[in-house]
């Protein structure tokens, strides 16, 4: 909570006013009913409708400078948390895009969402009412108390003695309620579970006639559902009754207490009348309270997420360190690496590789390929050994620096949902021609060209609207635009057929002759031409060199590449005939 | 939950390719008439809970005529009192609150019954009518929008449809005995609500007027928002790397302004309702008090008349502010309740043909004679399309990514229907048969593996609940996933989708190979079964796979060329059509399309 008051403190003096507002519009409600006292009580013996008329008067101007000072009020207190929440949604925001993807895995990505989107608007909610409601409800209770102590201080106990028991109530509603309705959203998720299921399996449930059975499952869900929801709202209908009913006792009772008194020449009715006008003024109040404390829960709650954002540490830092005189462009020194600290991903990775080569890496999923290229981009920092570009270290360049010479498409990379030309461009100042080469070199014109709008065709949002291949073809684009001395293609080619793919090498090859290239394939046709090939097995290298060495050297190697191109012979002739 | 809800809003929802579920408008009768029908459902309760409305609010509303006559007894000052008479008015005020309260309580417990069964049953129908529903429906309709029904606007019109009608009728009755109750106390005095009726009524209708443009904008920006924090948070490794950082932000900064300008100026309309409805009860309290004082003077009210005046009148302006915002809230209910029934109404699988008969244990023989198709009227998809395949044989369907290869697979299983032409199934007519039994006799692994969250028995098991640990067991030795299976804790009895069980993609895939080997059917399609599994592991589960296809007609989608050289007849498609059929060594020969792809995976540069 320290965090969000830090963000209050430039607006203390316009939550000061605020407060100062609310506390006069407010005041102003409570002097309604005094009013109606002293008329029917001072003013009316003294038989002059001219001062019935007068005090009538103060009576509506009350209401007018409540309603005036309210509306005033509740619009600086919801341009002020505008204002906050603006900020603090910028931070978070700012602050999620600077922490290291170590940091980021650790809040995980749908959590990293909720805060940003939930958390915000639940602080934004909180700050608006708290100055609303926060400020009006004390004064209303503490006020009408006073006021009705003026009137009659023996009235004023008989009140008051209802208000612990409507506490005590909401109480003891809220705390049985709360784990029933936490419940009710565990059975509710598992609801949606089952109709996620569904919907994306419907073609294997169908294939297998499955539907009774999934009818029958879902029938379950409901009913428990229904069985939950029918308790804990049992709970929460209690709440209202209840409190009414105290309330309206305590009224009788006022009445009669007051009857007694009245009659002891001891209190006035005009004050009993007035009484009843503060008791509904002085339990909204109580109501409102209580709400406030349920919603401030909820907000706290919020708070403390996100300032668990806000207080992360800064993360790898900038490296002082020399650079060598280095023939290498790119260069693993013995770099091992893990991601939860315990067992390692990578186990001593070396390799150099000049510019303008090709680097080829292909293993099984979960080798470690794509751990390598996070290195590469300084996305993780190494456990032990260094990672070299052009003889630096690589902790020890700017991170822009790093960006700016590298060109990268992630397996399954991301897109927005932007025009064609903004998703290739991603942020970046490219021109056109550097674009249209990109894209041309990426196989992509064609399709590209054949959408209606082209270039400002729009992309849904996750390339919903792209098929697998076009949307390889345009995260290659992407990785082009920007000509990278460095290029990294994290199987960004497994969804096109054989003869796009041979295009791109062949585009690669061409006009990108001066870029160093690491191509993460599945196939052995995708990396058989790289200068070096890594074939990695369970973080370890298990072989390197160019495609003869490996046929010759490595088993593993050659089996894979034996598989795949085993139709090689098929080509050219039929005389070898087909086995069946 | 909130993600879904956020979905609902996002730029999704107008995307051109997934139609949004409210086409057209449904006229209002219509879907009052079918609300109607869900509470009708519950008759009993409905008339029990609009019994115990009118007559815990009437009873209720005798406290302040109580009250005053209470007061009245009282007199105006010491020993006037008549003690027993306000004994006597305050014991019937705690009685007619007592049971006022009573019967609120009964009432929410009815209406909660009611509002339960409701949803229990529209939840119900949804689902029903969901799962039979064509496949082509869930390829159009994004699955966060259906969940969305099901999960938030059912709750939306239940909500609307117990609470506002039952509220309506509190209300009506509110005002209505609050009105009998002033005028028979005196009916001059009434005519203060000549003043604040009319200018509640045209407050409302202006703010209302004002705040839902306002309201409506805010949701659409903290939708588009929501959108863009979702994207850019899921593409930080991307923005990482191109160190794209500042500019991301700055696009932030833009949306995230509008967003809170948005906000920020719909609460500053939305916020003078309270004040509003407060202002209007001060100002009533005000002309009350002044003209019961002034009656008072001439002797024409008491001062216990005034007192319950002053109450009624509090309670007499409330329901029509409420009333006001009710509407508002059955304006929302409505269009869930749009949603909810164009759900409900949408079009099920045809039905089985009337004849149609059940085919067991097919031998597996599949012609196709003369086939057109087309998922859209006017542009066809298939032309005239031939081909037969015999038991047992190989038919294997190759194409670049996105030419339209599962469209033979969509037509085989009758996810959708042929225009032209026919296709049969060991001679009989695949239209003549039950769908279930047709699609029994198919066994299928698709590119995405579906499983659902269970333990992996059930998984296996999915289509064969009947079979022994033994049988799931050897499917899954068969699949080469039988020792990770065991290596598990829980070894078969791990639930799948619980946090910490690791299961790769690769692991999936080879369970749904698993699922497929333990059915009996006589034909298999494998749709692209293997490009989620890495070569070293395709090469072990090659076995497997030869397992599988063996005695089974097999139709095999592949985009790695090599596993389908030595099928029986390969079918070439290329931008939906079929443009080459035959066997490998012919359509080489042919040096077609087929050739050129083939040739193109040996290519280096």
């Known amino acids: 909570m320290k965090k969000i008051f830090s963000y209050l403190k430039p607006h203390r003096g316009a939550l000061t006013y ?35 008329y007068l005090w009538g008067g103060g009576m509506a101007l009350c209401a007018i400078l409540s309603i005036t000072l309210n509306i005033y009020a509740n619009r600086m207190a919801a341009a002020t948390s505008g204002k906050v929440t603006r900020k603090l949604r910028h931070d978070l925001f700012k602050k999620l895009g600077d922490t290291s993807m170590a940091q980021f895995d650790r809040v995980s990505l749908s959590s990293a969402v909720s805060r940003l989107t939930t958390d915000t608007y639940n602080i934004n909610q909180f700050l608006n009412r708290t100055q609303r409601m926060g400020a009006r409800a004390p004064i209303l209770l503490i006020g009408g108390l006073i006021l009705t102590s003026i009137l009659d201080i023996r009235l004023t106990l008989v009140l008051a003695l209802t208000l612990p028991i409507i506490t005590l109530i909401i109480f003891f509603v809220t705390r049985y309620s709360v784990p029933l309705y936490d419940k009710q959203q565990t059975v509710l998720d598992k609801m949606v579970r089952v109709m996620q299921e569904n919907i994306v399996g419907v073609r294997v449930i169908k294939a297998l006639s499955k539907t009774p059975y999934e009818q029958r499952r879902f029938d379950g869900v409901n009913q428990q559902l229904s069985e939950v929801a029918r308790k804990a709202g049992g709970v929460v209908a209690l709440s209202n009754p209840l409190s009414s009913l105290t309330l309206n006792l305590g009224l009788t009772a006022v009445v009669l207490t007051g009857a007694y008194l009245v009659n002891a020449g001891l209190s006035r009715p005009g004050s009993i009348i007035a009484f009843m006008n503060y008791f509904t003024i002085i339990s909204n109040a109580m109501m409102g309270i209580t709400r406030i404390f349920i919603m401030s829960s909820k907000g706290i709650a919020s708070a403390r997420r996100i300032e668990e954002v806000l207080d992360l540490p800064e993360d790898q830092p900038l490296l002082l360190a020399e650079a060598e005189d280095s023939p290498w462009h790119i260069e693993f020194d013995h770099v091992s690496f893990s991601y939860n600290g315990v067992e390692d991903n990578l ?60 060109g990268v498409a992630f397996q399954s990379d991301f897109m927005m949902a932007a025009t064609i ?52 073809r345009l995260l290659i684009a992407r990785a082009l635009a920007n000509k990278p001395s460095l290029l990294i293609l994290d199987d960004a080619s497994s969804a096109l057929d054989y003869r796009t793919d041979a295009g791109l090498r062949r585009a690669l090859s061409h006009h990108h002759s001066g870029t160093t290239s690491v191509i993460i394939a599945q196939r052995v046709s995708s990396i058989k031409g790289a200068d070096l090939i890594l074939v990695l097995d369970d973080g370890k290298v298990i072989g390197q060199g160019n495609h003869e ?32 | 939950m909130s993600v879904i809800r956020g979905g609902r809003m996002t730029r999704n929802e107008t995307s051109g390719d997934k139609r949004s579920l409210v086409a057209n408008k ?22 029990l809970a609009l019994l115990l409305t009118l007559l815990s609010s009437s009873v209720a509303l005798f406290g302040p005529k109580l009250s005053g006559l209470a007061i009245d007894a009282i007199g105006l000052g010491a020993g006037e009192a008549h003690i027993p008479t306000v004994l006597y008015y305050t014991g019937l005020m705690a009685l007619c609150y007592g049971l006022s309260s009573l019967l609120g309580f009964l009432l929410s417990r009815v209406t909660l019954r009611m509002t339960r069964n409701i949803i229990y049953r529209m939840r119900k129908d949804v689902f029903d009518r969901l799962i039979t529903l064509p496949v082509n429906f869930f390829d159009r309709y994004q699955a ?50 000549v003043v604040t009726v009319p200018l509640t009524a045209l407050y409302t209708r202006w703010i209302t007027g004002r705040t839902r443009p306002l309201f409506r904008k805010r949701s659409a920006k903290l939708g588009e928002l929501n959108g863009y924090m979702e ?112 759900l409900i109404d949408a079009k099920p699988e045809k039905p089985d043909a009337p004849n149609a008969f059940t085919l067991t244990d097919a031998q597996g023989d599949v012609k196709a004679e003369h086939v057109n198709f087309s998922y859209l009227s006017g542009v066809p998809v298939i032309r005239d399309f031939s081909m037969h395949a015999k038991p047992g044989q190989l038919i294997a369907i190759a194409g670049p990514t996105g030419a339209g290869k599962t469209t033979l697979v969509n037509l085989l299983m009758r996810f959708y229907d042929i225009n032209e032409g026919s296709i049969t199934l060991d001679g009989h007519d695949i239209y003549r048969l039950t769908r279930e039994s047709l699609r029994a006799n198919y066994t299928m692994v698709l590119q995405d ?157």
């Not at chain 1, 070199?441 to 697998?468: C, P, W, Y």
């Not at chain 2, 991301?248 to 409805?277: C, H, K």
């Not at chain 2, 390969?570 to 035959?582: F, H, K, P, S, Y």
């Open chain 1, 549 to 580: 060495h490996l046929m010759a050297a490595c088993p593993p190697y050659r089996e894979i590449a034996d598989i795949q191109m085993s139709a090689f012979d098929g080509m050219n002739g039929e005389e070898n005939g087909v086995s069946a």
């Open chain 1, 18 to 52: 605020t407060l100062f507002v609310k506390f006069l519009a407010s005041m102003m409600d409570l002097f309604i009913p005094f009013i109606l006292a002293i008329i029917l009580d001072d003013i009316v013996p003294q038989r002059k409708p001219s001062l019935i």
């Open chain 2, 144 to 193: 966060g929008e259906i969940i969305s029904v099901v999960s938030y606007d059912i709750d939306t019109v239940n909500e609307s449809l117990s609470t506002d009608f039952l509220q309506i009728v509190q209300s009506f009755v509110t005002v209505t005995v609050s009105l009998i109750m002033m005028l028979s106390i005196k009916p001059v005095l009434t005519l203060v609500f």
């Open chain 2, 26 to 47: 449904m006229p209002r009768r219509q879907i009052a008439k079918r609300l109607w029908q869900y509470l009708g459902r519950n008759r009993a309760l409905l008339l």
């Open chain 1, 347 to 406: 186990t001593d990775i070396s390799f150099r590789l000049k510019q303008g080569q090709t680097l080829g890496i292909i293993g099984a999923t979960g080798s470690g390929k794509t751990t390598l290229t996070n290195l590469l981009l300084r996305l993780y920092d190494p456990s032990s050994g260094r990672v070299l570009l052009n003889g630096r270290d690589l902790r020890s360049i700017p991170r822009e620096e790093l960006s700016a010479q590298v």
């Open chain 2, 449 to 605: 593996s579906w499983l659902f969250y269970g333990s992996i028995f059930d998984n296996i098991a999915y289509a064969r609940p009947e079979a022994t640990r033994e049988e799931v067991e050897q499917a899954a030795r068969a699949a080469m996933i039988h020792s990770f299976i065991t290596k598990l804790p829980e070894g078969y009895d791990t639930i799948i989708g619980d946090d910490g069980v690791n299961i790769s993609k690769c692991q999936k895939q080879l369970i749904t190979i698993a699922r497929a080997m333990l059915s009996n059917a006589r034909m298999l399609i494998l749709d692209e079964a293997t490009s989620n599994v890495d070569t070293q592991t395709e090469l072990k589960i090659q076995a497997a796979m030869r397992q599988l296809m063996a005695g089974r007609t097999a139709f095999v989608i592949a985009h790695r060329l090599s596993t389908i050289r030595s099928a029986d007849t390969i079918l070439v498609v290329r931008d939906g059509n079929i443009v080459e059929q035959g066997r490998h060594e012919d359509l080489m020969a042919e040096k077609g399309f087929y050739a050129s792809l083939y040739k193109a995976q040996f290519e280096t540069y």
């Open chain 1, 421 to 472: 030309r903004e998703n290739i461009a991603y942020f970046r100042d490219i021109a056109e021609s550097d674009l249209m080469d990109a894209i041309k070199s990426a196989q992509a014109e064609d399709f590209i060209m054949a959408t209606k709008d082209a270039l400002n065709h729009q992309v849904e949002s996750r390339g919903n609207n792209l098929s697998g291949g076009q949307k390889q």
């Open chain 2, 231 to 342: 994207e850019m948070m899921g593409g930080k490794k991307t923005t990482r790397a191109y160190g794209r950082e500042e500019e991301v932000l700055e696009r932030f900064d833009q949306i995230n302004g509008e967003a809170v300008d948005a906000y920020t100026t719909s609460e500053y309309y939305g916020t003078m309702i309270g004040p509003s409805v407060n202002f209007i009860n001060n100002l009533s309290l005000a002309l009350i008090s002044v003209f019961g004082a002034l009656l008072f003077l001439r002797g024409q009210v008491g001062l216990g008349d005034i007192s319950s005046f002053v109450q009624y009148s509090r309670r007499f302006s409330g329901p029509i502010n409420e009333v006001a915002s009710i509407l508002g809230e059955l304006q929302s209910a409505f269009s869930a309740a749009e949603r909810v029934f164009r």
